[in-house]
């Protein structure tokens, strides 16, 4: 361990515990930032595909009656 993490890690044992509960909340949201930001990426990517495709005519259509029918028969 580094001694700037040492250091870190020191100080930030004598904040409040709901101070370091928000730090946490930081340090776990800065981990996920990047992941989150490629994941929207590639889900807009899917998004804008599966709509090209359907306004191709390349995807097959359900109607709601029928989806929402075969739901209940899986819930059962």
């Known amino acids: ?7 870190l890690e020191a ?5 409040s515990p709901e101070e370091r509960a928000r730090l ?12 989150i930001a ?3 990426k590639a889900w807009e990517l899917e998004i ?6 359907y306004d191709r005519g390349e995807l097959p ?3 709601a009656e ?3 029918a075969e739901a209940r028969r899986l819930a059962r």
């Not at 361990?1 to 250091?7: F, I, P, V």
């Not at 804008?48 to 495709?53: D, N, S």
């Open 1 to 7: 361990m580094s001694d700037m993490l040492k250091e």
């Open 11 to 15: 100080r930030a044992r004598s904040l």
């Open 24 to 35: 946490a909340d930081s340090l776990l949201e800065s981990l996920r930032d990047a992941p």
């Open 38 to 40: 490629e994941i929207e």
């Open 48 to 53: 804008a595909e599966r709509v090209a495709a």
């Open 61 to 63: 259509t359900f109607s």
């Open 66 to 68: 029928s989806v929402f």
